[in-house]
């Protein structure tokens, strides 16, 4: 069974950093997509950042680009989120997800990915 393991969360002031890690353990496909994923209070789950397990390619949504990278270490299987000029509209539970079979049109689908984190809380007072 696919697990992933978020961690890094925490409280920080507009203009802070964070940076979230994403452990994914028993992954046996060379391929696919781990991504991050946020869902503030009251709002639909969407997708942050996403990277090609393979190609390392990566994906960004719009609010976030120039602020957040994505990154990964396949040695430790472990994903990264480095998220910088933090907003408060950035305050969200994030979750890591994975997938081996990801079509660039759905990158940042919820029902595109199989496997999910519990998340971590992210926090950002003005």
């Known amino acids: 069974q696919v697990q992933l393991v978020e961690s890094g969360g925490g409280s920080v002031q507009a203009g802070g950093s964070l940076r979230l890690s994403c452990v994914v353990a028993?992954?046996?496909?060379?391929?696919?997509?781990v991504a991050w994923f946020r869902q503030a209070s009251g709002k639909e789950r969407e997708g942050v950042a996403a990277?090609?397990?393979?190609?390392?390619?990566?994906y960004y949504t719009d609010s976030v680009k120039g602020r957040f990278t994505i990154s990964k270490e396949n040695g430790k299987n472990t994903m990264y989120l480095e998220m910088t000029s933090l907003k408060p509209e950035d305050t969200a539970m994030y979750y890591c997800?994975?997938?081996?079979?990801?079509?660039?049109?759905?990158?940042?689908?919820?029902?595109?990915?199989?496997?999910w984190g519990q998340g971590t809380q992210v926090t950002v007072s003005s």
């Open positions: 997800a994975a997938d081996y079979s990801v079509s660039t049109s759905m990158v940042f689908s919820r029902s595109a990915y199989r496997y």
């Open positions: 028993k992954y046996p496909y060379g391929s696919g997509l």
């Open positions: 990277i090609g397990v393979m190609s390392g390619r990566t």
